[in-house]
Structures are given as C-alpha cells and as structure tokens.
C-alpha cells in the first residue's frame, strides 16, 4: 500500500515545522471533495436552464429575486447536507500546531468552521449570513435545512426584520467588492507570513489570487494543492497534484503532526 505521504517533499514538510505563521487559502476544490458542486459546473436538473453566472448578480436580484433566492436556498440546502472533509479537518488540526494560522477562503460554506476552524475570513461571503438588500441589517435563518429546497423552486424572498426590504445572500456578486475587513486581515496575513498554502483554487479570481503573489514578493514559501495546473504553477515552490483530502492529512504527518481524527 502507498505511504500517503511520501510524496510531500522534505523541503515543504520542514517549511511547516519550522514555519512561525502560516496562511492557508481555499477556493472550491475543497468543498468539491465534499460533494458541493462547484461554481463552475454546470447547473443540473431544473437548474440547467439558467447560467449561473447570470444569476449571481445585483441586477438578477433586483429583476428576479425569487429566482435568485431560490438558487441560493438551494445552494445553502445542499452544504448544510454535507460534511467537513478531511482536508478542512487537517487545517483545523494544523492549528494546534503553529504558533499563528490564518484560514482564507473563497468558499460561501461553513465547513471549515464547523470542522473546528476559527476567524476564517471570507473574502466572497457566506450562504449562512443574509443580509437586507436595503439598509445591510445582518438577518437571522431559522435553524435547519430549508424546507423545500428542490432544484428550480421560486422562493420569494423573506422581509428585512428592521425596515421590511428584501433580504438578499449574504455573498459577493459580480460586480461587488469583496468584504473590507476580510480582504485587509487576508492581505496582512499573506505579506507577514513564513507559508502559504494554496488548496484547490484556480488562481483565476481575482483579487482574492493576488494572495499567493503577496506571499512571494515578500519572501515566503508557497506550496499549491490542487488536481489540475493552474497559473500559479510557474511561481508556486512546491505543487502537489491530487485531492486535498489526501494530500493535507499527509503534509501534517510528513511534518510529524498528528493527522486529523475520522469521524
């Protein structure tokens, strides 16, 4: 049976151990290991009809709320059905063992939090924190999985419980700037730290890629997780094909850390 991690390079393996402050940057190749769809796949079932790019938009909101909202309850339906991996459970257990970790994300899930991760900052939102669309009062979801989550359901959106505009996601569109204190806390963490690990993002969004970039113009290591190439390929120290799910929980015991316990 293969080692599972001997693969990892030695170099990268004391980087972690000796590594004072680390940044781990996630896009949706690790909430794909997870089974939630990534935004670049095709919408499915009565979903398929519509572009998903289109949909994520200020003005879809406006011109077709019920729509959109239905989306995303879908959206948010499917993530409270599925469960950490074992690459968030790794980064969670990664924690424990460096003097600083900083978990940023472009993912809208909470799997990360609900793997024991901490002060995650996400630069694109959450699914989990609506806002209204009018005056940008935080709103509360009852708990739960939504009720009727199937694909192509309209679901009117609920009334602002403050001035009783529509609530809207609580995520970044197109068109909209990303969250000021998340992209600061992101932006501080990559220039200031030893490591950076980059785990299934494309390095194509931008500004969330000029991460990995910050990190290496100020003189850290970077190590990319991802199945495919990307274009941080050609500037990246170390890049590791496979799924996260196998490869982090090999990097900790390369590293001589515990790996992440299974559920």
């Given at each position: ?61 406006r ?90 359901r ?18 970044v ?91």
């Amino acid at each position: 049976m293969k080692n599972p991690h001997q693969d990892i390079p030695a170099t990268l393996a004391r980087a972690l151990q000796e590594a004072r402050r680390v940044v781990v940057f996630t896009g949706a190749g690790v909430s794909a290991e997870s089974g939630i769809a990534t935004f670049r796949d095709a919408l499915t079932g009565l979903w398929s009809r519509f572009d998903a790019q289109a949909l994520a938009t200020p003005e879809a909101f406006r011109s077709h709320p019920d729509i959109v909202w239905g989306w995303y309850e879908w959206r948010r339906a499917q993530v409270l059905r599925a469960e950490p991996n074992a690459a968030h459970r790794a980064i969670s257990q990664l924690a424990r063992h460096v003097p600083g970790l900083t978990v940023v994300t472009q993912n809208v899930d909470d799997l990360h939090e609900r793997a024991g991760s901490t002060g995650v900052a996400h630069l694109h939102g959450s699914l989990h924190a609506p806002r209204c669309s009018a005056c940008e009062a935080p709103q509360i979801f009852a708990d739960g999985i939504p009720s009727e989550p199937e694909e192509g359901r309209r679901i009117a959106p609920p009334a602002c419980t403050r001035c009783g505009s529509a609530v809207r996601p609580g995520v970044v569109w197109f068109g909209e700037s990303l969250p000021g204190d998340a992209w600061n806390a992101a932006i501080h963490a990559a220039e200031h730290c030893d490591l950076l690990l980059s785990i299934g993002t494309s390095a194509l969004v931008y500004p969330a890629a000029e991460l990995p970039q910050r990190a290496l113009a100020a003189g850290a290591m970077v190590a990319q997780i991802n199945p495919a190439a990307t274009p941080l390929d050609a500037r990246a120290h170390h890049n590791l094909r496979g799924a996260a799910a196998e490869i982090m929980p090999g990097l900790l015991a390369s590293a001589g850390f515990e790996p992440p316990q299974t559920p």
